[in-house]
């Protein structure tokens, strides 16, 4: 199937009265994290399933997707640049990472970024150097940051917390609410796993840590445990 007949099927499903709700959650007014952004208004389990549909479309195509002002053209873009890496070679699985790289600036929401963050950036580059994920929590973007973040859940996952915890000290003092979000939920997948490497890292940090991000550390301990750090 071709790009066009992509976006066709996209603006077939598309429902204006959710397109206002999604326009109101994911912050699109002026001087918001969204700004600007445009939605259909098609639910993620739909577009999922366009996404399947559609996995044969070029590089080429997925970039331009990538490149739509339209959230869910991006959404789907990033959807299948997942299913094309999975079925890829070496030389392939570059191609597909050079590509996410070079849009960082269309990967610009959250939903966004912690879709593909992990599934793509994070996965390439497990048991490689760290050195492009410290350097995105080094950006000035603000989806570069979380980008950085986010990539490092699929280190958890595979029972490796030492990036993580250096960029969550790293970003201790950034100064956006979806930053300390995103470190507070890798801290807590940490802990999840590893409770005294959390605690250790809490024992160091909760009393410099924004207080977002503290709760959201330590949203599953038990609540006198939490008393005690909301203290520091």
Known sequence: MSLKELRAELRALADPRQAEVLMSFFKTGPGQYGEGDRFLGIRVPVQRAVAKKHTGIPLGDVKKLLGSPLHEERLVA???LIEKYNGADDAGRNE???LYLASTHDINNWDLVDLSAPQLLGRHLHGCSAKPLKKLARSSSLWERRIALLSTYYFIKKG??????????QLLGDGHDLIHKAAGWMLREVGKRDMEAERLFLDKHAAAMPRTMLRYAI???????RRSYMKK
Do not use: G, N, V
Request: charged letters at 35%.
């Open 96 to 98: 597909i990472i050079t």
């Open 160 to 169: 490796e917390y030492d990036l993580t915890l250096e960029l969550a000290e």
């Open 219 to 225: 949203e599953r301990f038990p609540e006198k445990l």
């Open 78 to 80: 990033l959807m299948i």
